[in-house]
């Protein structure tokens, strides 16, 4: 059974810097892309970075473009280098696979940016 497993979270002031692991183990169908998710209280989850298989392309959510950069490590972890945090990237953080039918959703860890 597929586990997607995220770490690297925690408590940074602004303009610190973090970086996010994802790591999936067992049977890893053939993906689409690796991506970043996050969410706060009340709203929906957005795209923070998505990385392409096949075509090793990234894209990235405004908010965080120049700021975060996602990296393929190998075929079953991807990170996030997340500089000049800010207050508003508080957040959980969802490592999330992304089949071409259906996507698999980690448990999410806990970043925080205190002014």
């Known amino acids: 059974q597929l586990q997607v497993v995220e770490s690297g979270g925690g408590l940074v002031q602004s303009g610190g810097s973090l970086r996010l692991s994802c790591t999936a183990s067992g049977f890893i169908p053939k993906l689409r892309a690796m991506a970043w998710y996050r969410q706060t209280p009340g709203s929906e989850r957005e795209l923070v970075a998505r990385v392409y298989s096949d075509s090793g392309t990234s894209e990235y959510g405004d908010s965080v473009k120049g700021r975060f950069i996602i990296s393929r490590d190998n075929a079953s972890t991807v990170s996030l280098q997340m500089n000049s945090l800010k207050p508003e990237d508080t957040a959980v953080y969802y490592c999330?696979?992304?089949?071409?039918?259906?996507?698999?959703w980690g448990q999410g860890t806990q970043v925080t940016v205190s002014a």
């Open positions: 999330v696979l992304q089949k071409y039918v259906g996507v698999y």
